[in-house]
């Protein structure tokens, strides 16, 4: 019994304080993604930006979101885990403070990037790592930590609507002030290599099965994030659409993100009884069903919440299944999100294009090919991990 205990403390990559310093350092990019949109006002007044101008800032963060998470990943095998995690918040503290007393936006949008690349970093070094750090609780934990996100996404807009958007500078400096802190709490971080399927003398996916396998995963992680990013963009037109209000559209947004943060805390109980695959399989179900039920104008409001809550697991929920199939494929997890985040920026402009097409209205019908595609892209993983552990 000893042996045993001894053998799941030594597979834990994080102590308890460095978990708990890891949630708040998804709190932080939760928030830093979350501050960009709010603060256009205050960028516009700042340097006398085009609305599109403007909304630069975010795209550069997102694009150093994903050069992020490749680099990393390339380096990650030459240095520990403690160094890929202090290194990258030192890019968002540095990025954050850049951003915040920019004198001109150019360089306002290099630290924009900058950021991006230590958010990348944090994105896939915690998901990484938590995905593989706590034995069979990784499932849980992993949806503990990205509903930190949810929180930071929330706690952001309503951090520049205290302070204003002109006094947007003062948000970000605050971030690049945690994110400094943050770099202290990496002690607790530990550096011993997950055991992969070739140590375990398990025999490996062959090349075509790897392939098809990591294609899926990544149609999943594509779908997901588009769906996700679809109805958080496109949710309050279609509703005031079909007759709310502005006020009752943006607050049925808001409790859309409020249950996709909520689920992955509802989830976590669930996570330590079914398999992952069981679990994304019902969720794809259930936001299928959600969306459809959104084409009644009376049921849409709460069939976007429940949208939200059957969403939510899906992408914390679907690394360690991942991990699991592929073990030996050691930059997958890396790839399925950069994946996500490219889906997150080309959905909303992809959806709006079918929009013009098809009017408005069609938006849940949009949305339903989406989820149904997802549907159908897990219950093929399913197939294809079955016969690759065959």
């Known amino acids: 019994m000893t042996d045993t205990l001894t053998k799941t ?45 403007a909304g630069l800032g975010l795209s550069l963060h997102f694009t150093g979101g994903v050069a ?13 885990n403690r160094s890929l995690l202090a290194a990258s918040y030192a890019l968002m503290a540095v990025g954050g403070a850049g951003f915040a007393f920019a004198p001109n936006w150019p360089f306002a949008l290099a630290a924009a990037f900058l950021g991006g690349l230590g958010f990348g970093g944090i994105d896939y070094g915690l998901n990484q790592l938590f995905a593989v750090g ?31 958007p002109g006094d947007y500078a003062y948000a970000f400096g605050a971030g690049a002030v945690l994110a400094g802190a943050l770099i202290l709490c990496t002690g607790g971080v530990r550096s011993q290599p997950p055991r992969t399927a070739q140590s375990l003398g398990e025999k490996p996916a062959s090349g075509g099965l790897l392939s098809r396998v990591l294609v899926g995963f990544l149609a ?27 006020t009752v559209a943006a607050s049925a947004t808001s409790v859309y993100w409020l249950m996709l943060t909520a689920g992955r805390f509802l989830v976590v109980p669930i996570t330590l009884r079914y398999a992952p695959e069981r679990i994304l399989a019902v969720c794809a179900a259930g936001m299928t069903v959600c969306l459809l039920l959104a084409l009644i104008p009376g049921a849409a409001p709460v069939a976007y919440a429940g949208v939200g809550l059957f969403i939510a697991p899906v992408f914390p929920t679907g690394l360690p299944w991942l991990n699991s199939a592929l073990p030996q494929a050691k930059r997958a ?6 994946a996500s985040m490219i889906g997150g920026v080309a959905a909303p402009p992809l959806l709006g294009a079918g ?17 149904a595609a997802s549907l ?14 065959s």
Request: one cysteine or more; glycine letters at 12%.
């Open 333 to 338: 997890g890396a790839w399925v999100i950069a």
């Open 134 to 164: 706590f034995g069979n609780r990784s499932t849980a934990m992993l949806n503990v930590l990205n509903a930190h996100f949810g929180i930071g996404a929330v706690l952001g807009p309503a951090l520049i609507a205290w302070l204003g």
């Open 9 to 53: 403390a030594a597979g834990r990559l994080f102590s308890r304080p460095a978990a708990v310093a890891s949630c708040a350092g998804f709190v932080l990019i939760g928030m830093l993604q979350a501050l960009y949109g709010p603060a256009v006002p205050g960028l516009r007044e700042e340097y006398g930006l085009t609305p599109s101008a």
């Open 376 to 389: 159908a892209a897990t219950v093929w993983l399913i197939a294809l991990t079955r016969k690759a552990s």
């Open 355 to 371: 929009i013009e097409v098809s009017g408005i209205h069609a938006v849940p019908w949009l949305l339903t090919v989406l989820s």
């Open 68 to 80: 992020g998470v490749l680099a990393f990943n390339a380096i990650h095998s030459r240095i520990s």
């Open 220 to 246: 999943l992680y594509i779908l997901n994030v588009a769906v996700e990013a679809g109805v958080g963009g496109w949710e309050p037109t279609h509703l005031e659409t079909v007759g709310y209000s502005a």
